[in-house]
């Protein structure tokens, strides 16, 4: 039921990139990207909604694949303070006003210098 | 800013005793949750509350119970708490009525239970 995120894991050098995928195995209304620094709270990051893309951070993008339900977070040019653990959301088409999303499994980032 | 509090960043507590989280937002939303955050799992709703004294079940809701009394305070209760409830446990809040509506988090509190 859960979304897959891939990779688990991932180690960059400053100024690389990297993408980060959530696959559903149901269809999709939006997706939503949190990021969790150690030891904080999680920080919303941006909204894809169906039939759309939206940039909504930093140097970071994403894409919303509504057929194929899936996701991808791109990260450029990665800075140390890109680090963190990523968790994809999904709120399904019949969500209504509940707002309830289903959290992806996460994706830790470690950007080294 | 949002601002949502847990009571707690850690908490140690005993095998079978009773255990509460308590989490406040200032924002006046209507949609509080309770997640639990496990290496590996990611982040699984255990309650939601839409609204003073209204609650749904998430996917792990087995072994807790919520209070929703006031609308800024949704509290998470372990009825009798067992070592397999140690975990990092994220209160969130966010707007009811509209989609595609932020959820905001708390710090976390990090129980331990021995």
């Known amino acids: 039921q859960q979304p897959v995120q891939s990779p688990q894991a991932v180690i960059l050098r400053e100024g690389e990139d990297a993408v980060i995928n959530c696959s559903s195995s149901k269809a999709l209304y939006s997706v939503h990207w949190y990021r969790q620094k150690h030891g904080e709270a999680p920080v919303f990051l941006m909204i894809?909604?169906?039939?759309?893309e939206q940039k909504g951070h930093e140097k970071i993008s994403a894409s919303f694949n509504e057929k194929k339900q899936q996701s991808s977070l791109y990260l450029t040019a990665s800075q140390l303070s890109y680090s963190g653990t990523y968790f994809c959301?999904?709120?399904?088409?019949?969500?209504?006003?509940?707002?309830?999303?289903?959290f992806g499994t996460g994706t830790l980032l470690a950007v080294q210098p | 800013d949002v601002k949502v509090t847990q009571s707690s960043r850690y908490l140690v507590k005993r095998t079978g005793e009773k255990v509460f989280l308590e989490c406040v937002q200032d924002?006046?939303?209507?949609?509080m949750f309770w997640y639990r955050q496990d290496p590996g799992l990611g982040l699984r709703l255990i309650y939601f509350?839409?609204?003073?004294?209204?609650?749904e079940k998430g996917d792990i809701p087995e072994g807790y119970s919520v209070s929703r009394e006031k609308k800024e305070r949704f509290s998470l209760i372990l009825e009798s708490a067992s070592t397999n409830q140690t975990s990092m446990y994220l209160c969130a809040s966010s707007f009811r009525g509209r989609r595609n509506q932020p959820q905001h988090f708390g710090d976390g509190t990090r129980l331990s239970i021995l």
């Open positions: 509350s839409y609204d003073v004294k209204m609650k």
């Open positions: 959301g999904t709120e399904p088409p019949d969500g209504g006003a509940t707002n309830k999303l289903i």
């Open positions: 924002m006046d939303h209507e949609n």
């Open positions: 894809l909604l169906k039939g759309g």
